[in-house]
């Protein structure tokens, strides 16, 4: 097997995030349930836009995120997801390649316009999305390059992007692709009301062995084996993947390989400012430290670093030094 240029190729959906502070009474008044995420049209996407307070803008999507920390803790890192041919199509592509990250994926001419999340932030730290998926959910098998998948040692794909059927698609010739290569391939559920759509299709995919790494959070994997649960849950999962990482917010996070089980905590923050991102930087600060040969115990820890880091303030994207966090950590 040839090595690994990439130490992690990223698959999902290209999204460009409008993250704005807001109260209870405005979510109240635009008929929003805090703390969920929905999919909007671009009639709502656009009105709500007008609304909300003035916020930042920066290249977002949940892998894409991860791909980012990644790249911010030194390793090399690869994003596949599809824009379209506009203005904030090059702001996409723009700031995820600045940030380190190799994206290559050529933009898409015409509708829907590049995707957006509006993200209302509450004064708690909960973030409440609202997701208008455009150009996103058309990233097409002709846009997927065999050669730089294979060439990726941990090909990470989001469950966001199971939904459309044309990214579905690429996603399967994907795992294809790198397990063909003798590849490993991460998957993170990404959200319980995706698991709800698409439970059948994804414990195929680890019944038949296609799953190397799986992400979850407490409630996904609840969702996923439908108990009530937790160590039942872990234990149904753990039996058939290799390694499984599950975070449990303030609890920390355990991973479970080969039937043992790992554990940590949460790293200390004094204030959760915003989760937007929390599940994502965790996600990329455990690959990085399986990319640099770290144990799982202490691949475990990055993650809570990362995850601590981002939480701490406003959007999806470290702002100080992940790799002296991890340094002065870790040694």
Same mark, same amino acid.
């Given at each position: 097997m040839?090595?690994?240029?990439?130490?992690?190729?990223?698959? =999902?959906?290209?999204i460009?995030?409008v993250?704005?502070?807001?109260?209870?009474?405005?979510?109240?008044?635009?008929?929003?349930?805090?703390?969920? $995420? %929905?999919?909007?049209?671009?009639?709502?996407?656009?009105?709500?836009?007008?609304? $909300?307070?003035?916020?930042?803008e920066? /290249?977002?999507?949940?892998?894409?995120?991860?791909?980012?920390?990644?790249?911010?803790?030194?390793?090399?890192?690869?994003?596949?997801?599809?824009?379209a041919?506009?203005?904030?199509?090059?702001v996409?592509?723009?700031?995820?390649?600045?940030?380190?990250?190799?994206?290559?994926?050529?933009?898409?001419?015409g509708?829907?316009?590049?995707? %957006?999340?509006?993200?209302?932030?509450?004064?708690?730290?909960?973030?409440? $999305?609202?997701?208008?998926?455009?150009?996103?959910?058309?990233?097409?098998?002709?846009?997927?390059?065999?050669?730089?998948?294979?060439?990726?040692?941990?090909?990470?794909?989001?469950?966001?992007?199971w939904?459309?059927?044309e990214?579905?698609?690429?996603?399967?010739?994907?795992?294809?692709?790198?397990? *063909?290569a003798g590849r490993?391939?991460?998957?993170?559920?990404?959200? /319980?009301?995706c698991?709800?759509?698409?439970?059948?299709?994804?414990q *195929?995919?680890?019944?038949?062995?296609?799953?190397?790494?799986?992400?979850?959070?407490?409630?996904?994997?609840?969702?996923?084996?439908?108990?009530?649960?937790?160590?039942?849950?872990? /234990?149904?999962?753990?039996?058939?993947?290799?390694?499984?990482?599950?975070? %449990?917010?303030?609890?920390?996070?355990?991973?479970?390989?080969?039937?043992?089980?790992?554990s940590?905590?949460?790293?200390?923050?004094?204030?959760?400012?915003?989760?937007?991102? *929390?599940?994502?930087?965790?996600?990329?600060?455990?690959?990085?430290g399986?990319?640099?040969?770290?144990?799982?115990?202490?691949?475990?820890? $990055? =993650?809570?670093?990362?995850?601590a880091?981002?939480i701490?303030?406003?959007?999806?994207?470290?702002?100080?030094?992940?790799?002296?966090?991890? *340094?002065? %950590?870790?040694?």
């Open positions: 040839p090595e690994a240029t990439l130490d992690v190729l990223a698959i =999902g959906n290209a460009v995030d993250i704005a502070q807001a109260d209870d009474a405005f979510l109240a008044s635009e008929g929003l349930d805090k703390g969920a $995420m %929905r999919l909007v049209d671009t009639e709502t996407a656009t009105s709500l836009y007008g609304r $909300m307070a003035a916020g930042i920066a /290249s977002g999507g949940s892998a894409a995120n991860t791909a980012a920390g990644i790249a911010a803790l030194g390793s090399k890192a690869g994003f596949i997801g599809q824009v041919d506009d203005q904030l199509g090059e996409f592509a723009h700031d995820i390649r600045a940030l380190g990250v190799d994206f290559a994926t050529a933009p898409r001419a509708d829907p316009p590049t995707a %957006r999340c509006l993200i209302l932030v509450t004064e708690d730290g909960q973030r409440t $999305m609202n997701t208008f998926l455009g150009a996103a959910q058309h990233l097409s098998v002709d846009k997927l390059d065999d050669g730089v998948i294979a060439s990726a040692a941990i090909l990470y794909l989001e469950g966001y992007l939904d459309p059927e990214p579905k698609a690429a996603m399967r010739k994907a795992i294809d692709v790198a397990k *063909a490993k391939v991460a998957f993170t559920l990404s959200d /319980s009301f698991i709800m759509r698409h439970r059948d299709e994804f *195929a995919l680890i019944d038949d062995g296609l799953i190397d790494i799986l992400f979850a959070n407490e409630a996904e994997i609840l969702s996923l084996n439908e108990v009530e649960d937790f160590d039942a849950a872990v /234990s149904a999962t753990a039996a058939k993947v290799p390694l499984l990482v599950v975070t %449990r917010s303030e609890q920390g996070a355990i991973a479970v390989a080969g039937g043992e089980r790992v940590v905590p949460a790293e200390p923050i004094e204030r959760v400012v915003d989760t937007t991102g *929390a599940g994502d930087l965790f996600a990329a600060g455990f690959l990085a399986q990319a640099q040969g770290k144990s799982i115990q202490d691949s475990l820890t $990055m =993650g809570a670093i990362a995850a880091e981002v701490s303030h406003y959007g999806a994207r470290p702002e100080t030094d992940l790799k002296q966090l991890v *340094a002065k %950590r870790l040694g």
